[in-house]
């Protein structure tokens, strides 16, 4: 039997093949679509009848496919990413049919209008609802000749949005600057220097191969901006980096052909053809619809007041880094170029101290069972390594989690370490999501994937903060899908969370990270066990809120350009893209942006990928997390009564009610940006 195709148990990862995945999608694919076709023949149609094989077939499709994502990701190789890829884009067409079938839309449409809405509980009825408003944005309910436009503009969106992000890696990618003298690149520390070198040797232009090669990937343009002592190198380069795909001509006149700026205009105009065809004034307020946020008013009022709350902060730590600039080096005035070089200047004389002197109090073992203590007292819940279960790797580790009550709540694979083929980054992924059949509860499963540090020789495996914060982050979303108690598959765990609010526990359990009484738990001298020297702990405190309030007046600018643009594109008064960004920057900047900038034009997020409207989402979700650890920062972090009930109002009910509901209910009250501006060392 293919192994993919049996999901009864945990996958066997050892058994899968690569020619077992397209037989198996195959397979459940078409099983799926003539099981649709069945259910819709029905003559009356019902919560049982319909939506619960749906959810089965759903989870099912998910089942076998997750092993196959999952494992394109952390065991890389040749013929399984061709198996993904073609089987990707199968599962990609499968999806469009079905947010495109009218029948099952008028029949979720019949389940709202029936009598047995309302005995419905609240999973079921989000359920119902979430599926009309996805077929509703998705032009289903149109009427047939603006659901051909509709058709006609979302194609050629996507076509736009590719050549966006195509333009912008080309434009990256042309731009080269050559340096033959190392003189030039002083201040550069070693790994940058070998980067460089690299860089040069791997061209294949022979002019190219000796010496150093600086591009504008972010690592190279990066290191130059933080460490190279010349300035004049740091302008050009700088430069490059914010005339990206726009109309300026910077050396390389080449770079003209991948301008953006019609691109955006074209962009900005198809969003709000799309928008008005929905029944919305702007494309703000279709993004909305699918967030926490419930107005774009909301969403304004809520950025302007952090840039109020922010904005004389900022200023001040302008005034600081330019009054050390120029006392430093003598330099007249602080421009751009010289932002990030003088803030790492800075920061070190301020707080002499690296992640390196860190590490070795937080050996893998330690942090490990610091974090199971934790959500242990926080939850009541018991973590257990599970050693029977298969897994991909020797590296990779298997747990359970039983309740207060003795009941099995989820399990989790852990892969902690960088290895080759193994795709970089954090993240949680779900294996298993909960659903409850006739057959019982289907407990929920993840895979928690990390890439820290591997052990070296004998020595533990040591991480530096940031590592230990990565494991708490991609933990806090790993309990929000494991801890569920939702029996509804459409919205248990993370499914069905609002994009602005999916963040919140994963952030939430980086607090964790930061308070004396936790470290205590996670952390310890690997020879020793030793706690962290109160002078190092202090000094890390203090090097967390370094430049606080200028990343986040950075943000926001980058969050109300976004927002800005798409809610007042072609209203009367709109005056166009860079004249949007001027007014915003004169509201927000502390420091004047150099005239050639043209950052819109590489701002891929909202134009190549899908943070259009969105990217305020990023600020949202902080403010939730914050405001939510200040309940414990109230009762106590390890306080009881509170870890419970963030539990029953959070992490148990995954996406079965609105997030704001949730959140005031397990706060108390609406959202508040007071913590998240404490913790930042803005008050
Ligand atoms: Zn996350």
């Not at 973590?383 to 790797?393: M, R």
């Not at 007042?568 to 509201?587: C, F, H, K, M, W």
Request: aromatic share 10%; hydrophobic share 35%; glycine share 6%.
């Amino acid at each position: 039997m293919n192994p993919l195709l049996n999901t009864d148990t945990l996958p066997a990862f050892r058994q899968i093949k690569a020619e077992n995945i397209e037989p198996a999608i195959d397979q459940v694919l078409s099983e799926n679509k003539k099981h649709l076709e069945e259910l819709l023949k029905q003559d009356s149609i019902n919560w049982e009848n319909l939506v619960t094989p749906l959810q089965k077939m759903d989870s099912r499709l998910s089942r076998v496919w997750s092993p196959v994502r999952h494992m394109n990701s952390v065991m890389n190789n040749e013929s399984w990413r061709k198996q993904h890829d073609k089987c990707l884009s199968k599962l990609s067409s499968y999806q469009t049919e079905l947010s495109q079938n009218e029948d099952l839309y008028k029949a979720f449409k019949s389940l709202r209008d029936s009598v047995a809405y309302e005995s419905y509980s609240n999973a079921q009825k989000q359920i119902i609802k979430h599926a009309l408003r996805d077929f509703e944005l998705g032009g289903v309910a149109l009427e047939k000749d603006k659901k051909h436009r509709f058709k006609e503009i979302k194609d050629l969106l996507s076509q736009l949005s590719n050549t966006f992000s195509q333009n912008v890696l080309d434009a990256t990618n042309t731009w080269k600057k050559h340096v033959s003298d190392k003189k030039e690149l002083k201040g550069l520390p070693d790994y940058a220097l070998d980067m460089l070198a690299q860089n040069a040797a791997s061209q294949n232009k022979a002019k190219y191969k000796k010496g150093y090669l600086i591009g504008l990937d972010f690592p190279s343009f990066n290191a130059v901006m933080t460490y190279a002592k010349n300035r004049k190198l740091r302008k050009e380069v700088y430069l490059g980096y914010v005339t990206r795909a726009s109309e300026l001509k910077d050396k390389n006149a080449e770079n003209k052909k991948f301008d953006n700026t019609e691109v955006i205009k074209d962009i900005l105009e198809g969003r709000l053809v799309i928008a008005e065809l929905l029944g919305y004034k702007n494309y703000a307020e279709v993004s909305i619809a699918k967030k926490m946020a419930n107005s774009t008013d909301e969403v304004l009022k809520f950025l302007n007041d952090l840039n109020e709350k922010s904005h004389d902060k900022a200023v001040e730590e302008f005034e600081q880094l330019e009054a050390f600039a120029i006392e430093t080096d003598g330099i007249g005035k602080l421009e751009a170029w010289d932002t990030a070089y003088y803030a790492e200047k800075l920061k070190n004389k301020l707080y002499e101290f690296s992640q390196q002197e860190l590490k070795p109090y937080f050996p893998a073992d330690k942090v490990i069972t610091g974090l199971f203590e934790i959500v242990k007292r926080l939850y009541g819940i018991t973590i257990s390594e599970n050693k029977e279960t298969e897994t991909w790797h020797d590296d990779v580790l298997f747990y359970d989690i039983i309740d207060e009550n003795n009941e099995s709540r989820g399990q989790f694979y852990l892969d902690l370490y960088a290895r080759e083929n193994k795709q970089g980054g954090a993240w949680m992924d779900e294996c298993v999501s909960r659903m409850k059949t006739d057959e019982g509860v289907q407990t929920p499963v993840a895979y928690l994937v990390c890439n820290l540090t591997p052990p070296v020789g004998d020595k533990p495996a040591l991480f530096d903060h940031n590592e230990v914060t990565t494991l708490f982050h991609e933990f806090g979303h790993g309990l929000h899908h494991m801890l569920t108690k939702v029996d509804e598959y459409d919205v248990s765990g993370i499914n069905g969370v609002e994009w602005d609010a999916v963040e919140l526990p994963s952030q939430f359990m980086e607090n964790w990270c930061w308070e004396k009484e936790s470290l205590k738990l996670i952390s310890g001298h690997y020879q020793t066990g030793d706690e962290i020297p109160e002078d190092l702990f202090n000094k890390m405190l203090s090097a967390k809120n370094y430049r606080a309030a200028s990343m986040m007046i950075r943000q926001l600018e980058f969050a109300l350009f976004d927002f800005e643009l798409y809610k007042n594109y072609a209203t009367p008064g709109y005056e166009g893209v860079q004249q949007t960004l001027d007014d915003v920057r004169s509201r927000v900047s502390v420091q004047k942006a150099v005239e050639e900038n043209r950052f819109q034009n590489s701002f891929s997020h909202i134009f190549g990928g899908g943070y259009a409207a969105g990217y305020y989402s990023y600020k949202w979700a902080e403010v939730l997390s914050a405001d939510a650890f200040s309940k414990f920062e109230e009762t106590g972090i390890f306080d009881k009564t509170t870890g419970r009930e963030f539990l029953n109002n959070i992490l148990e009910k995954g996406g079965s009610e609105p997030a704001a509901e949730l959140f005031k209910k397990f706060r108390g009250r609406d959202p508040d940006s007071t913590a998240l501006l404490r913790h930042s060392g803005l008050m």
